[in-house]
């Protein structure tokens, strides 16, 4: 009923799903053997030792792979097929879910899958793209395991199949890389240099493959793919290709629990939270805050705390609750006192004064447009205050998160009717895009653009508007502005 397998290996995969499902050993013979007798597959038998044996590495015979796919998909709600379940076949894992299994090999190979795919994959600004990625349960609860998912990684000895060894030499060059790649995607975006931090993280995962090093060495190696899959993530996410970006950050995640590095996980997961929130799944966004910040409760550094506060208090925001994001916004405050730059991991140095700011003077520009008490004028107030000192505090290298200020300062100028500060604002934004190449500041002119339309009987709101539209090419615009408005108006 098998065949013995050269080199044979335990079957990780099989185990995973086996595990989603709730079945035991017997229950997936009893399952499978019952559907065999359905299928008219009477010779199809299997028992509890046979399922031992499918588990040490032994491939069924057909039918029972597919017989073994259908029992388990049916258990845990996803299609699966016979090499989702690591039964032979044209791939191992599916990088287009994100149930990846939670282990070293599995982490490995969909990487350097996703990597190998992604070196072929056009620059585009599809809008229909951000219709495809997962959200609500089919991504929270997979994710949700990276809370309980231990690190399986071992070290690998030199032999025949592995190359040289490697050491932290390896690592910290690795790092420095990745420190090089988002200095350049704060300073001209993420469209320049997406295509080599993919391949730098093919090279990187290669290594993981094919080398020798010892288990502290393969632990920061897989934290050091993971952080730079957060910076392929977020530079996908910043050129509009959200599939791909949400794929990237999925391996990067569980990268980072093979690192054993929870506060580096809760950092792509908050990056994982912005793309959400970006697409209007505002809920999602929340609910993957509140799981960064659960599974990083031991690690967290005061500046993590304070970030995932701080976005915490804009998602409530956005979905009304004003007094809970009050609460959130206090708490992002207080601990952004107890932080010490030179004790943060280097993933947090973008969280400084200005990212505070900016983020809570962002929060307090939503609350403004969606309180209509005595309060609004008082938030507005608060939420100008807190951009204009993200600005007056920005390096002068962070040109996009400058046009990102730009363009809150001119949102909130809008939510109290002043139009000649939203038209001074909106042009210093997009001035600033002309020298970013970033679709996520052509999305947030583009809402401006709509947001000003109540106000297109003033002659500074339709210069304001006329410019966006120069700004923005007219094919993004006319892919992007039916999804905003639908965005803005959910908001």
């Known amino acids: 009923m098998g065949r013995p397998a050269l080199n044979r290996q335990p079957n990780t995969l099989l185990a995973h799903w086996l595990v989603r499902s709730g079945l035991s050993n017997v229950g997936l013979a009893r399952a499978v053997a019952q559907l065999a007798r359905a ?7 299997p028992d509890e030792s046979r399922v031992r ?5 032994e491939t069924p015979r057909e039918p029972l792979p597919e017989l073994i796919a259908s029992v388990l998909a049916e258990r845990v709600g996803l299609p699966l097929t016979g090499p989702d379940l690591g039964f032979p076949g044209s791939r191992t894992i599916r990088v287009d879910r994100p149930d990846l299994p939670w282990n070293a090999a599995g982490t490995v190979e969909a990487i350097a899958l996703l990597t190998r795919s992604e070196l072929m994959l056009p620059h585009t600004r599809n809008g229909e793209d951000a219709t495809r990625i997962h959200h609500g349960e089919h991504l929270l609860t997979p994710l949700g395991l990276w ?12 032999t025949g199949a592995r190359g040289r060894h490697i050491g932290m030499t390896e690592v910290n060059g690795l790092r420095e890389l990745t420190r ?15 295509k080599a931090v993919i391949a730098q993280m093919a090279d990187a995962t290669a290594m993981l493959d094919n080398c020798a090093y010892t288990e502290r060495v393969g632990r920061h190696l897989f934290a050091a793919v993971a952080d730079l899959g957060s910076v392929a993530g977020w530079m996908s996410f910043d050129s509009g290709l959200h599939t791909s970006a949400q794929k990237v950050f999925i ?9 054993e590095d929870q506060a580096l996980g809760a950092h792509i997961l908050q990056c994982m939270a912005r793309q959400m929130s970006h697409l209007g799944h505002i809920d999602d966004a929340l609910d993957l805050v509140h799981l960064a910040q659960y599974g990083a409760r031991r690690q967290a550094s005061p500046a993590t705390i304070s970030m995932l506060a701080a976005l915490e208090a804009r998602f409530h ?15 992002a ?5 107890r932080i010490n730059p030179a004790e943060e991991p280097t993933h947090m140095e973008f969280f400084d004064l200005a990212e505070l700011c900016s983020t809570l003077g962002v929060v307090h520009q939503i609350s403004a447009k969606g309180d209509t008490s005595t309060r609004r004028s008082d938030r507005a107030e608060k939420s100008l205050s807190l951009l204009n000192q993200a600005l007056a505090e920005r390096p002068a290298h962070r040109v996009r998160s400058q046009a990102f200020d730009h363009l809150g ?3 909130t100028h809008l939510v109290v009717g002043e139009l000649a500060g939203a038209r001074q604002e909106s042009a210093a934004a997009v001035k600033l895009f002309g020298a970013v190449n970033s679709t996520r500041v052509a999305d947030r002119l583009i809402e401006l653009h709509d947001e000003a339309g109540p106000f297109s009987a003033s002659s500074e709101t339709n210069e304001l508007r006329e410019e966006i539209r120069q700004a923005v090419s007219p094919t993004s615009y006319a892919k992007c502005e039916a999804p905003r408005r639908e965005q803005a108006h959910r908001h």
Do not use: C, Y
């Open 39 to 45: 299928q008219g597959h009477r010779q199809v038998s």
């Open 53 to 57: 044996r499918w588990l040490a590495g």
């Open 147 to 158: 809370i309980s998912a231990k690190g399986t990684v071992t070290g690998q000895p030199h």
């Open 180 to 194: 090089m790649f988002r200095d350049s995607d704060n300073r001209l975006g993420g469209m320049l240099s997406r």
């Open 251 to 259: 391996a990067a995640l569980h990268a980072a629990s093979e690192g």
């Open 317 to 331: 925001a956005l979905l009304g609750a004003f007094d809970e994001s009050e609460r959130a916004a206090g708490r």
């Open 333 to 337: 405050e207080e601990a952004f006192t």
């Open 409 to 411: 300062l001119a949102r």
